[in-house]
């Protein structure tokens, strides 16, 4: 059990277009899911908390009206890269957490963001 | 504040041990300890949750003490799909519409190479 899904899971796209990235719990509902990136060789850095029902919160730094952050329902959050630019290339991972499984995360496995 | 790791690197021989430490400047709630593969998502190996916990299964073992705020990961007569890069993520809670979620920060990761 405890499975998530991300998809898609790389997408190529060109500056300025927007990208969105869903991420699924498949066999429990997360009542809590996070957004992270990582760049090559680095470690995961946060960029935002959503929880079901309620806006998300973003870490700082993280540009809200860049990153759009949609927790739609128990299984699903959104992603969306607004205005891509190149620098915004990265690994996108989400993971999620039901309350009721205790404390760990579990990770889907990653979209691989490229914006030419 | 991200928890510090090291070493930032290992190289080992198959059967040899090693361990990975993790250290925080702030008080921790909980440390999670996961493993990542290139270009794979974060795996999760294991929660600790009270200062002087240890846990462990197989040849992977951890322990925390929590007045110290530091965490190590111990790997014994390593194997090759011990590779990978470990990261350790300490929790710290934060109150968000009067409700507390805990959040994970992960250190830089300590890339760990076994060799035949």
């Known amino acids: 059990g405890a499975v998530v899904s991300q998809h898609p899971s790389r997408v190529i796209c060109k500056s300025g277009t927007s990208v969105k990235i869903e991420c699924r719990s498949l066999?429990?509902?997360?009542?809590?899911m996070f957004w992270y990136r990582q760049f090559p060789k680095k470690s995961l850095m946060l960029m935002a908390t959503s929880n079901e029902g309620s806006k998300a919160t973003y870490e700082q730094g993280v540009e809200k009206d860049k990153f759009l952050i949609n927790h739609a329902s128990l299984t699903l959050s959104t992603l969306t890269v607004t205005s891509a630019h190149p620098e915004d290339s990265s690994f996108y991972i989400c993971?999620?957490?039901?309350?009721?499984?205790?404390?760990?995360?579990?990770f889907g496995p990653g979209t691989r963001l490229t914006v030419t | 504040q991200q928890p510090v790791q090291s070493p930032q690197a290992v190289i080992l021989r198959e059967g040899e041990d090693a361990v990975i430490n993790c250290s925080s400047s702030k008080a921790l709630y909980s440390v999670h300890w996961y493993r990542q593969k290139h270009g794979e998502a974060p795996i999760f190996l294991m929660i600790?949750?009270?200062?002087?916990e240890q846990k462990g299964h197989d040849k992977i073992s951890a322990s925390f003490n929590e007045k110290k705020q530091q965490s190590s990961l111990y790997l014994t007569a390593s194997q090759l799909s011990y590779s990978g890069t470990y990261f350790c993520?300490?929790?710290?809670?934060?109150?968000?519409?009067?409700?507390?979620?805990?959040?994970?920060?992960f250190g830089q990761g300590t890339i760990l190479t076994v060799h035949p």
């Open positions: 066999d429990f509902q997360a009542t809590t």
């Open positions: 600790l949750l009270k200062g002087g």
């Open positions: 993971s999620a957490r039901e309350r009721d499984r205790g404390y760990e995360q579990y």
């Open positions: 993520g300490t929790e710290a809670l934060f109150n968000a519409g009067g409700t507390s979620y805990g959040k994970l920060t």
